[in-house]
């Protein structure tokens, strides 16, 4: 497949889209667009563009139907895209973040964020009324490091995201155990550290993901297999640890190293999922005790190999697990009753690495 190539020039998906980075390093298309069957969830590749280096992640802005895309290179940048019916088209040239090796990217009112895991800080960067992005307008630089030498020797910003409220943006530093709480200068854009959760030490935390209620988080660690529940109080910006949950059985974790990737929580805040690479697998948890409490339920198959991403889509219904060593993107439909995810289908997509929804 080419750059901008059309695969299928049909759209069985009535419109509807679903986004896939991939390395281009690995092999990978860059961003691939797909059309999404809108009673069966399957994916079908339509076009793909290559004009990003690694967009290791993605982000939709629905209020300007702009697409993003970090380039995870040692000049970080990002790289913002208009959907089309012919495909993507580039909205301007792509802009470097001031930091390297960005792996995420979000979203607030008309300001975006990056998490740039290789040099451990986050930029914020302003949006014109079209959604194109400009230079940054601060960098925030983390300090401290972990007990793990080799992944924790400094910060490494792996997520960056707003608050439900949008009044707070939340860091996850892998290399410094911990999340920071950040506040957002509406005037310059500058981000501000305000407080600081400590996590367990080489734990390694990567993602978060609120409880749709919005007074629970969940953190993911990927140097352990835990998920931390945190009490999230939007009032004065504090996030709190209450308890720890294992995300991968004792038998399970002793065959192979397990890696945590991606957390998913639904719209209807019933059940919270994990893709956890290594084990090559997605972990369902119950939350009909309570947001705190969730519960492991089943274990199953990824459907390929390293699931990097796992998405639900805004229906809750279907689960989509980006395999990154596989190369595909594995969809599933969701027992409404259990959470428990059912294998549906898969497309090609060498080195995925992640999927959003338009």
Not at 25 to 37: L, R
Not at 256 to 276: I, K
Request: aromatic fraction near 6%; include cysteine.
């Amino acid at each position: 497949m080419d750059s901008g190539d059309i695969v299928d020039g049909t759209d069985p998906g009535g419109g509807r889209r679903a986004h896939i980075g991939s390395f281009t390093s690995g092999g990978g298309h860059g961003v691939t667009t797909a059309s999404v069957d809108p009673h069966t969830g399957a994916l079908t590749v339509l076009s793909a563009v290559g004009s990003v280096e690694d967009p290791s992640y993605l982000a939709y802005a629905r209020d300007t139907g702009v697409l993003y895309a970090v380039s995870e290179g040692e000049r970080g940048a990002v790289a913002a895209f208009r959907s089309t019916a012919g495909g993507l088209e580039p909205l301007g040239p792509a802009v470097h973040v001031g930091g390297s090796g960005p792996t995420h990217l979000s979203t607030a009112g008309r300001r975006l964020f990056t998490a740039n895991y290789t040099s451990g800080s986050v930029s914020s960067l302003p949006l014109a009324a079209d959604g194109a992005p400009g230079g940054p307008a601060s960098v925030l630089a983390h300090r401290g490091s972990g007990p793990d030498a080799g992944r924790q020797e400094r910060p490494h910003a792996h997520q960056v995201l707003p608050d439900p409220t949008g009044r707070w943006v939340l860091s996850v530093d892998l290399g410094t155990d911990s999340v920071r709480v950040c506040a957002l200068d509406p005037a310059t854009g500058a981000l501000r550290v305000h407080a600081e959760t400590a996590l367990r030490a080489g734990t390694g935390p990567r993602h978060l993901a609120f409880h749709p209620g919005g007074a629970v988080a969940y953190v993911l660690h990927e140097l352990e297999p835990q998920l931390t529940v945190c009490r999230w109080d939007a009032a004065s910006g504090r996030l709190d640890p209450v308890a720890e949950v294992p995300v991968v059985s004792g038998a399970a974790a002793g065959v192979v190293r397990p890696y945590p990737s991606a957390v998913a929580v639904p719209s209807d805040g019933r059940f919270l999922w994990t893709a956890v690479r290594g084990t090559d697998a997605i972990a369902t948890f119950s939350l009909a005790g309570g947001a705190e409490k969730p519960q492991l339920t089943s274990t199953v198959d990824c459907g390929g190999s390293w699931p990097r991403d796992l998405v639900a889509d805004a229906s809750g219904r279907r689960l989509y697990a980006a395999n990154e060593r596989s190369g595909d993107v594995t969809w599933f439909d969701v027992d409404p009753q259990t959470g428990r995810p059912v294998r549906a289908g898969s497309v090609p997509v060498p080195a995925a690495t992640c999927v959003v929804f338009a």
